[in-house]
């Protein structure tokens, strides 16, 4: 079996350090682990190559400068080429992760008469309209249904995409549409013996807006019981998140970006995790599947988390981790310290986390939920 593992959008590195990089690579990796020969066509690849996908073939088409119009044209051009290069290498399946202006899956099923499964994690036309400048979004919807339409599976990581897809869509598509939330390699992450001393809170990401880690900050310098956090990550927040902390007089040590293969280190020895989501004023906006908890749940980290999205589907409240209400310090404060305070308890959402995790949500099963019931 060789599959072919595409990817477009110039801003998902194949071998980055963010989540969305994390993705990609691990469920390369299940379909290594089902004695599939994949070959990666990407348009950008990133420098943070873990040694044991290093042999993996790569084929690059490198998007040129520009903006605009000229950017989209240059996706969809991008698109052909690496479809083009995915035919004439020859392939038994094809996996994309959707990207805006790619009819790469359909070029390539129709060429080849092989199945083609589309991985769906954002509403990215919408996306783009709201944080960047579409220019041609008829291209965008028609690229969209063009790729729904050629898909065996489309899979979507929560149900709010799905939804969205669903609307924008033929109805007789449908019943090819499915939920199957992100997963985490439960052998690269595993429980560790909590470090002596002061607990420490994690927190795993970019430092964007959205990630709400000026909370995080914002509770620890609010806290009444003995507890640091630590911050595993980078992005365009960081000076503004440094300089808080700082401001607050916050117990927060940066560790700057790692690579993904750093993850696991970073969570060792920890006490609790926090996934600080803010509030925002769409509810739509909350339609992610949050990578980073079902990693901390891995590592047998009782979660503090938002009430957001689907992270209430995730996390039982008081079994694996406690949930609070989002853009608020203090109720935050107040959890982690009742958590900090009470290993008994932290040790019982320890087992319960890694148990949910390992049992539910390992890369394994979430590629046989993705490919069931398709012939490969």
């Given at each position: 079996m060789r599959v072919a593992y595409l990817c477009v959008d110039p801003g998902v590195p194949v071998f980055g350090s963010k989540g969305a990089s994390v993705h990609v690579q691990e469920i390369i990796r299940a379909w290594r682990n089902r004695g599939a020969d994949v070959g990666i066509y990407c348009t950008r690849t990133g420098d943070d190559i873990p040694a044991d996908l290093a042999d993996v073939p790569v084929v690059v088409h490198r998007l040129p400068s520009g903006s605009g119009a000229q950017r989209e044209q240059a996706q969809a051009d991008a698109a052909a080429t690496l479809a083009q290069r995915i035919i004439d290498d020859g392939a038994t399946a094809v996996y994309e992760r959707y990207s805006l202006f790619s009819d790469g899956l359909a070029r390539v099923t129709e060429a080849l008469d092989i199945p083609g499964f589309l991985e769906i994690n954002a509403p990215l036309i919408?996306?783009?309209?709201?944080?960047?400048?579409?220019?041609?979004?008829?291209?965008?919807?028609?690229?969209?249904?063009?790729?729904?339409?050629?898909?065996?599976?489309?899979?979507?990581?929560?149900?709010?995409?799905?939804?969205w897809v669903r609307e924008r869509v033929d109805a007789g598509q449908h019943p090819r549409i499915h939920t199957i939330p992100n997963g985490v390699n439960v052998e690269r992450i595993q429980p560790a013996i909590e470090a002596d001393g002061c607990p420490v809170v994690v927190f795993v990401g970019t430092l964007k807006p959205w990630h709400g880690v000026e909370t995080l900050i914002e509770a620890q310098a609010a806290s009444t019981q003995d507890w640091t956090v630590r911050v595993v990550g980078d992005g365009p927040q960081g000076a503004h998140l440094r300089k808080l902390a700082?401001?607050?007089?916050?117990?927060?040590?940066?560790?700057?970006?790692?690579?993904?293969?750093?993850?696991?280190?970073?969570?060792?020895?920890?006490?609790?995790?926090?996934?600080?989501?803010?509030?925002?004023?769409?509810?739509?906006?909350?339609?992610?599947?949050?990578?980073?908890?079902?990693?901390?749940?891995?590592?047998?980290?009782?979660?503090?988390?938002?009430?957001?999205?689907?992270?209430?589907?995730?996390?039982?409240?008081?079994?694996?981790?406690?949930?609070?209400?989002?853009?608020?310090?203090?109720?935050?404060?107040?959890?982690?310290?009742?958590?900090?305070?009470?290993?008994?308890?932290?040790?019982?959402?320890?087992?319960?986390?890694?148990?949910?995790?390992?049992?539910?949500?390992?890369?394994?099963?979430?590629?046989?939920?993705?490919?069931?019931?398709?012939?490969?």
């Amino acid at each position: 079996m060789r599959v072919a593992y595409l990817c477009v959008d110039p801003g998902v590195p194949v071998f980055g350090s963010k989540g969305a990089s994390v993705h990609v690579q691990e469920i390369i990796r299940a379909w290594r682990n089902r004695g599939a020969d994949v070959g990666i066509y990407c348009t950008r690849t990133g420098d943070d190559i873990p040694a044991d996908l290093a042999d993996v073939p790569v084929v690059v088409h490198r998007l040129p400068s520009g903006s605009g119009a000229q950017r989209e044209q240059a996706q969809a051009d991008a698109a052909a080429t690496l479809a083009q290069r995915i035919i004439d290498d020859g392939a038994t399946a094809v996996y994309e992760r959707y990207s805006l202006f790619s009819d790469g899956l359909a070029r390539v099923t129709e060429a080849l008469d092989i199945p083609g499964f589309l991985e769906i994690n954002a509403p990215l036309i919408d996306e783009q309209r709201k944080h960047r400048a579409l220019h041609d979004e008829q291209a965008a919807y028609k690229t969209l249904r063009t790729q729904v339409a050629a898909a065996a599976r489309i899979v979507c990581v929560s149900e709010p995409v799905a939804q969205w897809v669903r609307e924008r869509v033929d109805a007789g598509q449908h019943p090819r549409i499915h939920t199957i939330p992100n997963g985490v390699n439960v052998e690269r992450i595993q429980p560790a013996i909590e470090a002596d001393g002061c607990p420490v809170v994690v927190f795993v990401g970019t430092l964007k807006p959205w990630h709400g880690v000026e909370t995080l900050i914002e509770a620890q310098a609010a806290s009444t019981q003995d507890w640091t956090v630590r911050v595993v990550g980078d992005g365009p927040q960081g000076a503004h998140l440094r300089k808080l902390a700082a401001k607050l007089g916050a117990r927060v040590h940066f560790t700057g970006a790692v690579p993904p293969e750093s993850i696991p280190a970073q969570l060792a020895g920890c006490a609790l995790a926090a996934a600080p989501y803010p509030a925002t004023d769409d509810a739509a906006d909350q339609y992610f599947s949050p990578l980073k908890i079902y990693e901390y749940c891995a590592a047998g980290l009782p979660v503090v988390a938002s009430r957001v999205g689907q992270v209430p589907q995730i996390i039982d409240d008081g079994v694996t981790g406690l949930l609070v209400e989002p853009s608020n310090p203090r109720e935050l404060a107040e959890a982690i310290d009742d958590l900090s305070s009470a290993p008994v308890a932290r040790a019982a959402m320890s087992a319960a986390a890694r148990d949910m995790a390992a049992g539910s949500h390992s890369w394994t099963g979430v590629l046989t939920r993705i490919t069931e019931g398709i012939t490969l």
